[in-house]
C-alpha cells in the first residue's frame, strides 16, 4: 500500500482510539505509584476520543482537514501530562499534513517526526524514558524505513516494532520505573494507539468501527427516559433579623439534609445561603420559604450543565461586574471547594485527584469568570501542563497558572492573595505562599509493588510527603502521626488537617492532639475537605 486517503485515514484513527480504550486498566495499573487515582491510560483515552470525535464530525475526506479536527479535538480534550503530550503529537501531525489529500510513506513519516519535534517543545524540561523517547523511537525508524519503501504497511510495522522496542528499555532509562518494576505507561498507552493505526493498515475496507468509548458510556434510551433530573439549587433567605440568622442558617442545612446531597450554607447580615443537589428542588424551596421569604434563587438541571465536558454545551457566562482578576482552582469533595470558595475563587472545576480535567474544562470554566485575567490554580503536577495549554489557548482572557502540586499549596496561594495589587506581584505572592508550604497526603495501596527501601503490599496505607512516598504501614493512624512527624520541623506554625470521605473528624482531631501534646509552638487547625481516596491532606506551615 504505497498511498491512503482521507477515509482510511479516519479508520486509523478510530482504531487507535478503540485498541487504547480497549486497555486503558493495563496502563492506569503501570503508574509507579501504586496508588488508587493512577489513571495515565484513562486520561490517554479520553484525550484521544475527544480527538476523534472532532474527526468523525467532519464531513470532508481531506486528510488536511481530518488532522486539523485531530489536533483541534486532542488539545482541547487533553488531560493529565500524557494526554497533553499525545495532544502536541496529533499537532504535529496536522502541521505535516496540513495541505495534503492523501498520504503516502515518506509524508507520513515526515508528519511523525513533525509531531515529536512540537511535542518536545511543549514539555518544558523533557525526560528520556518517557512516551517522548517511545514517538522518537517510531517517528526515527518511520523516517529510516520510507526511504527505502514505499509500503506504508511496513512503515508502519516498523515504526510499532521499535515504539515496542524502546518501551520495553524504559526502565534502564527511569531508576523509579525499575524500581516498580514497569515499563512507561504513557509510552505504552502510545503504543496501543500507534497498533491500532497498524491493523486499521491492514484491513482491505474502509468500513469505520463504532468509538469504543462513547458507544460504552451511551444510556440506552429506556434507561435515558427513566433517568431523574438532579438540580444544583442555590438560594439566599431573609432570616428577617441579624441576631437570628446564624441560628437560622444552621437550622435550614440540617432540614434540607434529607432532600439531597452536597449541603453547604452560610450566613452574612440577614442573608442565609444554602447550596445542595437534589431531584425535588421545589421541595427545597417550600422547606426554605418558612425561615423567611426568598431573596434569589439559582436552580439549574446539573446534566445540562455539565454536558460542557462532553463537548455539548457550554456554560453561560454569568452576568457580574468585569473584574480585574478572578480565580479558578480545581478540586474535589465539597469541604474542599467550599473552603476554595470562602477564599475567592470564582469557579472550582471538579476533578484532581481522582480524575484529571480537560484542557477544554479549565477554558470553560475561565468562561464563567468575567476577569480580564484569571489565576488557574491547578493543585496536582498532572495538571499543570493541561492549565498551560488551556493559558496557550485562551484568547479573550489572560490565564496565569500558578504551579500548585497539591491542595495545600493551592488555599496557602488564595491566602496569599493581595487585593489591590497588581497581576504581577499577586503572581510573585502567591507563588511565594504555595512554595512555603509542606504538603502531606495519605492514601492506601492498590498492588504490590517495589519502590526505593519500600515493599509495598496492596492495601498497605502510604503517607506522601511533597508527593513522593516517605512511609508505608498498615495502620492508619500510626502511618499518618510519622508523615506528621516528618512533616514538622522548627519552623512549622501552622499544621492543617484535611479529613476526607474515608475518614472522620474524630480521627483528624485525635491526631491534632497527638500534635499539640508533642509540638508545643505548633497551632493546628482541622478542616472537612470531604475528599475521596485520601484520608488525610496535610499541610505544614
Known amino acids: 500500500m504505497s498511498n491512503i486517503n482521507g477515509l482510511k485515514f479516519r479508520q486509523m484513527l478510530v482504531a487507535g482510539a478503540n485498541r487504547l480504550e480497549a486497555q486503558k486498566k493495563l496502563v492506569d495499573e503501570m503508574n509507579v505509584f501504586p496508588v488508587p487515582d493512577g489513571d495515565t491510560g484513562t486520561n490517554m483515552s479520553l484525550t484521544v476520543t475527544s480527538a476523534v470525535k472532532e474527526v468523525m464530525a467532519v ?13 483541534s479535538g486532542a488539545l482541547r480534550g487533553a488531560r493529565g501530562n500524557s494526554g497533553v503530550i499525545v495532544s502536541q503529537l496529533f499537532r504535529g501531525l496536522y502541521k505535516g499534513l496540513k495541505g495534503c489529500e492523501t498520504i503516502d510513506s515518506l509524508t507520513l513519516a515526515s508528519a511523525m517526526q513533525r509531531g515529536v519535534a512540537t511535542a518536545y517543545k511543549a514539555v518544558m524540561k523533557p525526560k528520556e524514558g518517557t512516551i517522548l523517547t ?15 519503501s514505499d509500503d506504508l504497511v511496513q512503515v508502519m510495522e516498523e515504526a510499532l516494532k521499535s515504539a515496542e522496542e ?15 518494576g514497569v515499563v512507561d505507561a504513557g509510552g505504552k498507552g502510545l503504543t496501543l494507539i500507534y497498533r491500532g493505526f497498524y491493523e486499521a493498515l491492514l484491513r482491505e475496507d474502509t468500513e469505520i468501527d463504532p468509538i469504543m468509548a462513547l458507544s460504552q458510556n451511551q444510556p440506552k434510551a429506556e434507561e435515558q427516559a427513566a433517568k431523574t433530573a438532579v438540580y444544583c439549587v442555590e438560594l439566599i433567605v431573609d432570616s428577617g433579623s441579624f441576631e437570628n440568622t446564624e441560628n ?9 439534609k434529607g432532600l439531597g446531597t452536597g449541603v453547604l450554607s452560610g450566613f452574612a447580615g440577614k442573608d442565609i445561603k444554602l447550596h445542595l443537589h437534589t431531584e425535588k428542588p421545589a421541595d427545597v424551596l417550600s422547606l426554605a420559604m418558612d425561615f423567611g421569604p426568598l431573596k434569589q ?16 454545551k457550554k456554560p453561560v457566562k454569568a452576568e457580574e461586574p468585569r473584574k480585574e482578576i478572578g480565580f479558578i482552582t480545581i478540586s474535589v469533595g465539597e469541604g474542599l471547594k467550599s473552603i476554595f470558595t470562602e477564599l475567592g475563587v470564582d469557579h472550582v472545576i471538579s476533578g484532581g485527584q481522582t480524575m484529571n480535567p480537560s484542557t477544554e ?44 502540586k497539591s491542595v495545600p499549596q493551592g488555599i496557602a496561594a488564595m491566602i496569599g492573595y493581595m487585593p489591590g495589587e497588581s497581576v504581577e506581584s499577586n503572581i510573585e505572592q502567591m507563588t511565594e505562599s504555595l512554595e512555603a508550604v509542606t504538603s502531606g497526603a495519605v492514601t492506601y495501596a492498590v498492588r504490590d509493588t517495589h519502590m526505593g ?56 482531631e485525635e491526631l491534632g492532639a497527638y500534635i ?19 484520608y488525610f491532606l496535610l499541610s505544614a506551615e
Open 516 to 534: 499539640n501534646s508533642k509540638y508545643d509552638a505548633v497551632e493546628v487547625e482541622i478542616q472537612e475537605g470531604d475528599q475521596p481516596i485520601y
Open 453 to 508: 527501601e519500600f515493599e509495598i503490599k496492596e492495601g498497605d496505607i502510604l503517607a506522601l510527603k511533597n508527593g513522593d512516598m516517605c512511609r508505608v504501614g498498615q495502620d492508619l493512624m500510626q502511618t499518618t502521626r510519622d508523615l506528621i512527624d516528618e512533616m514538622i520541623t522548627d519552623e512549622t506554625g501552622i499544621f492543617t488537617i484535611y479529613f476526607g470521605s474515608d475518614s472522620s473528624r474524630e480521627q483528624a
Open 361 to 404: 474544562d479549565i477554558l470553560q470554566g475561565a468562561e464563567c469568570v468575567n476577569a480580564d485575567h484569571i489565576f488557574v490554580l491547578p493543585n496536582n503536577k498532572n495538571i499543570i501542563l493541561a492549565a498551560q495549554q488551556a493559558a496557550l489557548m485562551s484568547k479573550e482572557k489572560k490565564l496565569h497558572v500558578l504551579p500548585s
Open 59 to 71: 464531513s470532508s475526506d481531506s486528510v488536511s482537514d481530518i488532522a486539523k479536527a485531530l489536533s
Open 166 to 180: 524502546i518501551l520495553e528499555k524504559t526502565p534502564e532509562m527511569l531508576p523509579v520505573l525499575k524500581e516498580a
Open 134 to 148: 517511545v514517538a522518537k523511537a517510531a517517528a526515527e525508524k518511520a523516517a529510516e524505513v520510507s526511504l527505502q
Open 297 to 312: 434563587v439559582k436552580i439549574e438541571n446539573m446534566e445540562i450543565s455539565h454536558q460542557h465536558v462532553l463537548g455539548l
Open 248 to 256: 437560622k442558617a444552621g437550622k435550614l442545612e440540617e432540614a434540607v
